[in-house]
T-cell receptor
Framework: QKEVEQNSGPLSVPEGAIASLNCTYSDRVSQSFFWYRQYSGKSPELIMSIYSNGDKEDGRFTAQLNKASQYVSLLIRDSQPSDSATYLCAVRGVYKLSFGAGTTVTVRA | IAGITQAPTSQILAAGRRMTLRCTQDMRHNAMYWYRQDLGLGLRLIHYSNTAGTTGKGEVPDGYSVSRANTDDFPLTLASAVPSQTSVYFC??????????????FGQGTRLTVV
């Protein structure tokens, strides 16, 4: 089992819709969770971090964490064409930061 | 401008040759990482270092070695390159590496092709 798994995608949503991305992790002692956005040919950039159960909102982005279910998600509201990218879920364990394979999102104008 | 610098940005390398990818950060971060990114496989951790003088193996360490002589530099060496090491390599750093609530910052990447 991979340490971090994401819904494989690709995910295509119309402009203005909500994009929903999911991620599960295997290490129960993980404490920190991150979502990165990566445009084609570029390096990953952090868009959200979450440490406690519940929701965390930042502009059009909402991260949700459920440690009991070992599940973290990202919602992108009012999706824009500029949101088209690959989204990477990252989980920090005791000594390392592990990433999922990523979900590619395409926002249709 | 503070950040992480990788060199070279791209390289074509003959199989069997030795190659060192350079990574330097000026944020005084304690932890540094090397990842490789391949299509469909996401970012896979090669080696990491939680502080100067210490290193650890990640998910795919075979064929790679690292050193951390000081806080700023974390070079990755391929002793004898093979075609399966063709990939995009990212160096990253974070303020701390042991369970702290810190995010990782990435360099611009090195695209390596082994022929």
């Amino acid at each position: 089992q991979k340490e971090v798994e994401q819904n494989s995608g690709p995910l295509s949503v119309p402009e203005g819709a909500i994009a929903s991305l999911n991620c599960t992790y295997s290490d129960r002692v993980s404490q920190s969770f991150f979502w990165y956005r990566q445009y084609s040919g570029k390096s990953p950039e952090l868009i959200m971090s979450i440490y406690s159960n519940g929701d965390k909102e930042d502009g059009r982005f909402t991260a949700q964490l459920n440690k009991a279910s070992q599940y973290v998600s990202l919602l992108i509201r009012d999706s824009q064409p500029s949101d088209s990218a690959t989204y990477l879920c990252a989980v920090r364990g005791v000594y390392k930061l592990s990433f999922g394979a990523g979900t590619t999102v395409t926002v249709r104008a | 401008i503070a950040g992480i610098t990788q060199a070279p940005t791209s390289q074509i390398l003959a199989a069997g040759r030795r190659m060192t990818l350079r990574c330097t950060q000026d944020m005084r971060h304690n932890a540094m990482y090397w990842y490789r990114q391949d299509l469909g496989l996401g970012l896979r951790l090669i080696h990491y270092s939680n502080t100067a003088g210490t290193t650890g193996k990640g998910e795919v360490p075979d064929g790679y070695s690292v050193s951390r002589a000081n806080t700023d530099d974390f070079p990755l060496t391929l002793a004898s390159a093979v075609p399966s090491q063709t990939s995009v390599y990212f160096c990253a750093s974070s303020e701390s590496g042991q369970g702290a609530h810190t995010e990782a910052f990435f360099g611009q990447g090195t695209r390596l092709t082994v022929v």
